[in-house]
Nanobody, 126 residues
Framework: QVQLVESGGGLVQAGGSLRLSCAVS????????MGWFRQAPGKEREFVAA????????YYTDSVKGRFTITRDNAKNTVYLQMNSLKPEDTAVYYC???????????????????WGQGTQVTVSS
């Protein structure tokens, strides 16, 4: 019912920037919370950032605070992740996800989200 499509990934040198986009189509609700996750080879899928429909309020994992910014444009049905000062350890496949009953208690748990995009590769070189 709900489809998410990520874009904007690519290869960038350390210290550079990328902006990821997640376009949402299908039936959605104003109460949906959106999250960004990432997964590097051999590692678990980890929470990166989330944004609520109220406020909006934003949340970040400690390793990206001050470097990444999550925003949403409801008119365009799109959520963004602006990534600055990129580091090689940021290299991963990045996924956006949507949760119809979003909660701060479970926002970092991947299997609590209802819908996922296909992922976009971000590679940061030295």
């Amino acid at each position: 019912q709900v489809q998410l499509v990520e874009s904007g990934g690519g290869l960038v040198q350390a210290g550079g920037s990328l902006r990821l986009s997640c376009a949402v189509s299908g039936r959605t609700f104003s109460s949906y919370g959106m999250g960004w996750f990432r997964q590097a080879p051999g590692k678990e899928r980890e929470f990166v950032a989330a944004i609520t429909w109220r406020g909006p309020y934003t949340y970040y994992t400690d390793s990206v605070k001050g470097r990444f910014t999550i925003t949403r444009d409801n008119a365009k049905n799109t959520v963004y992740l602006q990534m600055n000062s990129l580091k090689p350890e940021d290299t991963a496949v990045y996924y956006c996800a949507a949760e119809s009953q979003w909660s701060i208690v479970t926002m970092t748990i991947p299997n609590k989200y209802d819908y996922w995009g296909q992922g976009t590769q971000v590679t940061v070189s030295s």
